[in-house]
Each structure stands twice: as structure tokens, then as C-alpha cells.
């Protein structure tokens, strides 16, 4: 996955937007799906718990299959990004120990395992800004300064876009 350019503003106006209409739709259907449950199958003077609790999950179902319909609207361009983004970082963090291990063995320092957290960091920087995540990004700068220490000392040219996610099946 490449790096995109992404407006803060936009994308926080488009992922409010599309959370509150989401949350509305849940809502909507699952009172939808109680209500027709409850009607064939349950009783006014009846405990109907689990069929709204079918119905809230029906909901969910619907939602999703929704979601995939619209997924690639316009609207939601920024909001899918960061939402991709945030899969390919938990794929990459799934292996970051191993990575880490690769990059620290002095005698033979593995240039994919760079590659990989050159992205990564990157990737974990854009989403931290977008999210208005304040709190890790000082531990981050840290680890950035470290690798681009490391990049620079190795006299090594590494590109974000050198990433492919293949790399992490060595790990």
C-alpha cells in the first residue's frame, strides 16, 4: 500500500459524518429486524431479549454487506485509506518483534527489516496525525530518529514505496 497525501480537516469530516450515519443505520435496521422478529416469532407480554438481540445483529450483517457496497464511493476516500492503512500496520506490528530482532543483529543487519519500519513508522506517524494521536507520537519521533540514524550510517537510499507487504513472510 502506498502513502497518500490525506486532508486532516476532510478526513475527519468524512469519517464523523460516516460514523454517525453507520450508527444510525445500525440502529434503524436492528429496531427494523426486532420489530419484524418480534412479530412473527415473539409476544407482547413475551421477554423478546434475544430476538432483538437477532435483530441487532442482523443489523450488524446488513451494515456490513452495505459497507462493502459503498466502500469505494467517493465520499469515502480518505476515511477507506486510513482504514487500510491501519491493516497494513497491524499486519506489519504482528511481526514487529521479529523484525526489531532482525534490525538489532549488528553483524548483519537485515536491509527488508529497514524497508519494513522505514514504512511503517511512516505509516504509524500519518495515522497518529489524522487520529489526533498525541500521546505515542513522541515515542515514535524517538524510534524514527533511531532508524534514520541507522539508514544514514548504513549510507543506505530507502523509499517509503520500497515496501511491499511480501516482505513481512520472512519474518
Known amino acids: 500500500m502506498k502513502l497518500q497525501q490525506i486532508d486532516k480537516v476532510r478526513y475527519r469530516k468524512h469519517l464523523n459524518m460516516a460514523s454517525i450515519v453507520a450508527t444510525a443505520m445500525l440502529i434503524a435496521l436492528a429496531l427494523f429486524y426486532g420489530q419484524i422478529l418480534i412479530h412473527f416469532f415473539g409476544g407482547a407480554d413475551e421477554n423478546n431479549f434475544k430476538l432483538n438481540l437477532a435483530g441487532v445483529i442482523l443489523g450488524g450483517i446488513s451494515l ?38 532482525a534490525l538489532s543483529d549488528s553483524d548483519n543487519t537485515h536491509i527488508d527489516a529497514i524497508i519494513i519500519l522505514n514504512y511503517y513508522y511512516a505509516a504509524s506517524k500519518q495515522q497518529y496525525h489524522l487520529d489526533n494521536n498525541t500521546l505515542t507520537m513522541e515515542g515514535l519521533m524517538a524510534d524514527i530518529a533511531k532508524l534514520d540514524n541507522l539508514i544514514a550510517e548504513k549510507k543506505l537510499i530507502i523509499s517509503f514505496n520500497d515496501y511491499q507487504p511480501n516482505l513481512l513472510k520472512q519474518f
Do not use: G, S, T
Request: aromatic fraction near 16%.
Open 64 to 101: 456490513l454487506v452495505i459497507f462493502k457496497f459503498i466502500r469505494r464511493h467517493p465520499y469515502l476516500v480518505e476515511v477507506m485509506y486510513i482504514w487500510d492503512l491501519k491493516q497494513a500496520n497491524n499486519k506489519i506490528y504482528r511481526k514487529l518483534h521479529h523484525v526489531k530482532m
